[in-house]
């Protein structure tokens, strides 16, 4: 009984806990450059879950959370491929989802780029040699930049937009 006392009793010890992230920010703020002058104020992500393992869609969820704010660089999410700058694959091609895959891809304006996140859209991940997978985005998608990692977190991500931007340059 002296034990449940204690914890209601006792003040609670915390470690010092800093609100930004620092290489977060300084990333951020050179793609807001980058969105400014390559796509005019914003940049509209679509993503697309090809049959991941979901771990991408959180690390991309929680670049929408007040702690990351992810809109305040210029990067919004869309729910349609008709309004997406940029289409975010994850996981791998499935056969299930390849046209439907084909599909978004075809219904986006151009210019049209294509992300791959996390390891499974890159090159297949754990799924690469399962019957049910083609592959990487790769396989049926133009790809034009790749973001490895299972999954990579929202840094990884800013950076991997980060490197397209600099990917389109090149192509000017």
Known sequence: MANPLKNIVTPKSTKNFTFTDEEFDAVGIKLRKEVD????R??????LDTGSDNSP???????TTPYYDVERFGITFVA????ADVLVVTGPITHN???AAKK?????PNPKFVIAVG????????FKDSYAVLGGADKILPVDAKIPGNPPTPTEI????LALTETIKKKK
């Open 97 to 99: 989802m390849a046209i």
């Open 37 to 40: 002058a390559i796509f005019g």
């Open 104 to 108: 978004t891809y075809d219904a986006m």
């Open 57 to 63: 869609e959180i690390e991309l969820v929680n670049l």
């Open 42 to 47: 914003s940049l509209a992500l679509r993503e």
């Open 119 to 126: 390891d499974d859209a890159c090159d297949g991940g754990i």
């Open 80 to 83: 349609s491929p008709r309004h």
């Open 158 to 161: 800013l950076k991997g937009l």
